[in-house]
T-cell receptor, first 111, second 115 residues
Framework: KQEVTQIPAALSVPEGENLVLNCSFT??????LQWFRQDPGKGLTSLLL?????REQTSGRLNASLDKSSGRSTLYIAASQPGDSATYLC??????????FGTGTRLQVFP | AAGVIQSPRHLIKEKRETATLKCYPI?????VYWYQQGPGQDPQFLIS???????DKGSIPDRFSAQQFSDYHSELNMSSLELGDSALYFC??????????????FGPGTRLLVL
């Protein structure tokens, strides 16, 4: 069964810290992996997409890496800010249309 | 830049009623996807369409049906609503299936409450 798990489930840190969010998937035959941000009760904002042939993607203070062989991806957030507070979801795409979402990491950055 | 549009944004229905959710993809996107996110849960894939044809199907109840129209917008029809159908329903769109799996861009969602 294809499952996606995220650790930690929740994280609370002071402003300015560098963070690492983890995502693991059971089936390594992925097509791509996306990281999303979701604010409470709101929609999903795509942050980064990594194709299966890529090792990492960067956007501003965000860097996502992918290690297919070990079934892992990490989202690195540099110099965290209170505005980064949200739930972060990773989602894996196999050779179908459906994204399989992880359980999410709820991040709170306090001033 | 234009995003995925969903309407209505909020909907309140009673048990056994019907509901229709609409999705307008990003211009030139020809693929739409529907997801359901229950309270405190991660989004679950329901169904997708490419060029007006159903391309994949997930855990969509038989009470639900969907279609994609010639202008690429899509509608999710939900009948005999149950309390457990209360959720946030997302539509996503992408450009093309042929040759690759492109980024899915999500709309703001429709929050359905069944009383």
């Amino acid at each position: 069964k294809q499952e996606v798990t995220q650790i930690p489930a929740a994280l609370s840190v002071p402003e300015g810290e560098n963070l690492v969010l983890n995502c693991s998937f059971t089936d390594s035959a992925i097509y791509n992996l996306q990281w999303f941000r979701q604010d409470p009760g709101k929609g999903l904002t795509s942050l980064l997409l990594i194709q299966s042939s890529q090792r990492e993607q960067t956007s501003g203070r965000l860097n996502a890496s992918l290690d297919k062989s070990s079934g892992r991806s990490t989202l690195y957030i540099a110099a965290s800010q209170p505005g980064d507070s949200a739930t972060y979801l990773c989602a894996v795409l196999y050779n179908t249309d459906k994204l399989i979402f992880g359980t999410g990491t709820r991040l709170q950055v306090f001033p | 830049a234009a995003g995925v549009i969903q309407s209505p944004r909020h909907l309140i229905k009673e048990k056994r009623e019907t509901a229709t959710l609409k999705c307008y993809p990003i211009p030139r996107h020809d693929t739409v996807y529907w997801y359901q996110q229950g309270p405190g849960q991660d989004p679950q894939f329901l169904i997708s369409f490419y060029e007006k044809m159903q391309s994949d199907k997930g855990s969509i109840p038989d009470r639900f049906s969907a279609q994609q129209f010639s202008d690429y917008h899509s509608e999710l029809n939900m009948s005999s609503l149950e309390l457990g159908d209360s959720a946030l329903y997302f539509c996503a769109s992408s450009l093309g299936l042929a040759g690759g799996r492109e980024t899915q861009y999500f709309g703001p969602g429709t929050r359905l409450l069944v009383l």
